[in-house]
């Protein structure tokens, strides 16, 4: 087995003293990073690794990808926050670009994924109670298990990871779990209080979980005959990640809302948004939602670069490219290190033979050799690279892994 990594006295340090005063909600990798570059970082010893988590796919476009710093930079020296206490010259630029791209009509923007989420699910109760006409304070919304929406009060109660949920309580009520990938249960549990069916179109944080082909158009074919909305979380699987510019892509299928995040911030700021037509959006009336810094004027100028990046398809054919060549390489290694492989676009799941290590190992000794990846429930390692990489990297990594799980 390779030798864990001998860490620098000043990495070290710059750890230790991180951990003085950084309350310990993450464990990370012993490396410090100080500088990227498209899919490579410099540590603060000088050493290089490529990036195959990107930021849990906040990163699509690559670190510091000039197109988008241009546009940030451009923006910074002109303008980056009003409050939508009156309007900016930006917003309706971005909300127009976004709402093209999505085929909708209205964009609610906010800042991180967790708020798109909240908001999702506000706009959601409030269409149930105006629009469907459910009994006041009777909405529900039907999840899966296994969900990742994010660390609020609200969203830690509907999940069913202990780390996640447990000591958080009391819980909000008026979320319904059904299994993930089994339509058939989400339309048993629809009853005449039912709002919205909440789902991630593939569930990233559970370590790329595809749903059989079929299950979303069948979500969605059940979510109209029943009057039901279907909102997708895209915050990580959408905006080119699978090579479409969307997960329910793959199947053809078009939510009532879109809900994303992450790449939409071009890996410099937060930026999240809720994206559906205006008989839905349009239940929220002024004053009843916001956000001191959704919409600012920076975040839409970076927001609305990122949309034109995506709209010509680019990265969406080299995620799709890339992750062919990628999955020809990773399904060598089942039965040899690893017991599955689950891959759409450049996004991998992959599980860690349990003889060779736990995902957080295996991490670890790939950090020793100069690539970056997250562990995700034990066994799993996520591959999720920033989309400007290419084949020659890709296949450099893969040949890391490959001594990694042969030592
Ligand atoms: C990351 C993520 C979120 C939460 O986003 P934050 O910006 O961390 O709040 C929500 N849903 C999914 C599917 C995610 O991957």
Redesign the pocket.
């Known amino acids: 087995m390779t030798a864990p990594q001998v860490l620098d006295a000043s990495t070290s340090a710059i750890i230790a003293a991180e951990a003085e005063h950084v309350a310990h909600n993450y464990h990370p990798l012993p490396v410090v990073i100080a500088r990227g570059e498209g899919a490579w970082v410099t540590d603060v010893e000088g050493k290089r690794y490529l990036d195959l988590l990107a930021a ?3 990163l699509n476009f690559g670190h510091g990808h000039p197109a988008i710093l241009a546009a940030a930079q451009e923006q910074l020296g002109r303008l980056t926050l009003t409050s939508r206490a009156y309007h900016n010259d930006q917003l309706g630029v971005f909300a127009a670009a976004l709402a093209e791209l999505c085929g909708k009509d209205v964009v609610l923007p906010m ?7 909240e908001t999702g699910i506000k706009v959601a109760r409030a269409w149930g109670y105006r629009v469907k006409g459910i009994t006041p304070d009777r909405a529900t919304v039907i999840v899966a298990g296994g ?6 009060t609200t ?1 830690v109660g509907f999940s069913d990871d202990p780390q996640a949920r447990d000591d958080f309580g009391p819980y909000a009520p008026g979320f319904v779990t059904v299994p993930f990938g089994d339509a058939a249960a989400i339309e048993a549990a629809i009853d005449e209080n039912t709002a919205a069916v909440l789902i ?1 179109p593939i ?3 559970a370590g790329v979980v595809i749903p059989a082909d079929g299950y979303l158009r069948a979500v969605r074919e059940i979510t109209e005959r029943h009057n039901v909305l279907f909102i997708a ?5 959408g905006l080119g990640r699978v090579g479409e510019t969307f997960a329910c892509d793959r199947e053809g299928v078009v939510p009532d809302v879109y ?1 994303l ?2 790449a939409l911030g071009g890996g410099i700021l ?1 930026v ?1 948004a809720v994206v559906a037509n205006r008989d839905v959006l349009g239940v929220i009336r002024p004053g009843e939602h916001g956000s001191t810094f959704g919409g600012n004027p920076l975040a839409a100028a970076v927001g609305t670069r990122v949309v034109e990046m995506l709209s010509t398809g680019e990265f969406q054919r080299r995620a799709a490219a890339l992750g062919e060549h990628l999955e020809a390489k990773l399904v060598e290694f089942i039965g040899h290190g690893v017991t599955a492989v689950r891959i759409a676009g450049l996004w991998a799941g992959v599980d860690i033979d349990p003889a060779k290590g736990t995902g957080r190992e295996i991490a670890e000794r790939l950090l020793g050799r100069g690539v970056l990846v997250k562990d995700t429930h034990g066994q799993t390692i996520r591959i999720a690279p920033p989309l400007v990489i290419r084949a020659t990297e890709l296949d450099w990594a893969v040949e890391q892994l490959k001594l990694v799980l042969s030592d």
């Open positions: 849990y796919s906040a800042n991180t994924g967790a708020e798109a989420v969900n990742f929406h994010g660390r609020t969203i991630e569930q990233g944080e979380d895209e915050i990580q699987s809900l995040g992450k937060p999240s």
